[in-house]
């Protein structure tokens, strides 16, 4: 079936009715990494909330220095820039997989999930991911004392890369993806239109930042909503050493908390955290 979802700025700004992200829309054809592009625009403050689509990217990279790779205009791939965000890094990285989970909503009668630190599940495979990219770079061990949980006093630049699958099938994946990755086609038994898809993707975030700078626990609250992880064994590698427990919750400062299999509780940070027990495993770099 042919797909008239061609990127458009015009068609994505249409009756988007967003109060900071998307005000300013550009859509590249072809460009390394969309990141990059945000990159350059975060240098001017004034870029604050603008969104960078791509239909290709030449050199698309993941979490841990992962490449991303999509054939051209089978994905959503984005990048919005942040000059003004209060959010810690883990507090926003917990925003973002609210904000992409829920903009996703429910795909083929099931809802979107949160793997965490930034992965999006639909029936137990990776629909989307999360490159979080920051200046500074993100710091291991924040030392700013936060006014509330999860914010900061000073105010940070934040570029967001999400991709999303959405044309792609199963053969699409190369072999070793076919058995954790999928498509919102692939779920919904149908063409998606990322026009709309990117319009949700927009609104929600939107939405889900300026709800994480009044109230981070209604991000928290929504995040456990959508966790596969919680109340669910978790194996992980933390700094190079390896723990295992049950995910208890999530902290909107110290990230991932676990009762551990060795006695006591410990709270584990996006930034040195990998996840190892379950079919996808991320990091966050
Ligand atoms: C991951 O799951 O490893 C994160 C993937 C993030 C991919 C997106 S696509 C748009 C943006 N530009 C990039 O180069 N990466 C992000």
Same mark, same amino acid.
């Given at each position: 079936m042919p797909k008239n979802d061609q990127l458009d700025p015009d068609k994505i700004k249409a009756n988007l009715r967003t109060?900071?992200?998307?005000?300013?829309?550009l859509v590249y054809s072809c460009t390394s990494s969309t990141n990059d592009i945000a990159a350059e625009y975060a240098k001017n403050k004034k870029n604050d909330? /603008?969104?960078? +689509?791509?239909?290709?990217?030449?050199?698309?990279?993941?979490?841990?220095?992962?490449?991303?790779?999509?054939?051209?205009?089978d994905s959503i791939l984005c990048s919005i820039v942040l000059?003004?965000?209060?959010?810690?890094?883990?507090?926003? $990285? /917990?925003?973002?997989?609210?904000?992409?989970?829920?903009?996703?909503?429910?795909?083929?009668?099931? @809802?979107?999930? %949160?793997?965490?630190?930034?992965?999006?599940?639909?029936n137990g495979k990776k629909v989307a991911g999360i490159l979080l990219e920051s200046t500074p770079r993100f710091r291991g061990g924040d030392?700013?004392?936060?006014?509330?949980?999860?914010?900061?006093? =000073?105010?940070?630049?934040? *570029?967001?890369?999400?991709?999303?699958?959405c044309h792609q099938n199963k053969d699409s994946f190369p072999a070793e993806l076919q058995p954790i990755a999928t498509s919102i086609d692939i779920e919904s038994h149908s063409i998606?239109?990322?026009?709309?898809?990117?319009?949700?993707?927009?609104? $929600? *975030? =939107?939405?889900?930042? @300026?709800?994480? @700078?009044?109230?981070?626990?209604?991000?928290? =609250?929504?995040?456990?909503?959508? $966790?596969?992880?919680?109340?669910?064994?978790?194996a992980l590698i933390f700094n190079g050493t390896? +723990?295992?427990?049950?995910? %208890?919750?999530? =902290?909107? @400062?110290?990230?991932?908390?676990?009762?551990?299999?060795?006695?006591?509780?410990?709270m584990f940070d996006a930034a040195h955290t990998s996840i190892l027990n379950s079919k996808v495993t991320t990091t966050l770099s």
């Open positions: 109060k900071r992200i998307g005000r300013k829309i909330g /603008l969104a960078i +689509f791509a239909e290709e990217q030449t050199a698309g990279r993941g979490r841990a220095g992962t490449k991303w790779h999509s054939e051209r205009a000059t003004d965000c209060k959010l810690n890094p883990e507090l926003l $990285s /917990l925003t973002c997989a609210v904000a992409v989970a829920d903009g996703l909503g429910k795909i083929g009668g099931t @809802e979107a999930k %949160i793997k965490w630190p930034n992965d999006i599940i639909l030392n700013v004392i936060p006014a509330k949980a999860g914010i900061h006093n =000073d105010r940070r630049t934040y *570029i967001i890369g999400i991709g999303i699958n998606a239109d990322r026009v709309s898809l990117a319009k949700r993707l927009l609104i $929600s *975030i =939107d939405h889900w930042l @300026e709800v994480a @700078e009044k109230n981070s626990k209604k991000v928290t =609250d929504q995040w456990r909503k959508l $966790s596969i992880q919680l109340n669910h064994r978790v390896r +723990f295992a427990g049950n995910c %208890i919750g999530i =902290d909107p @400062e110290k990230g991932l908390i676990l009762q551990l299999d060795t006695g006591g509780v410990r």
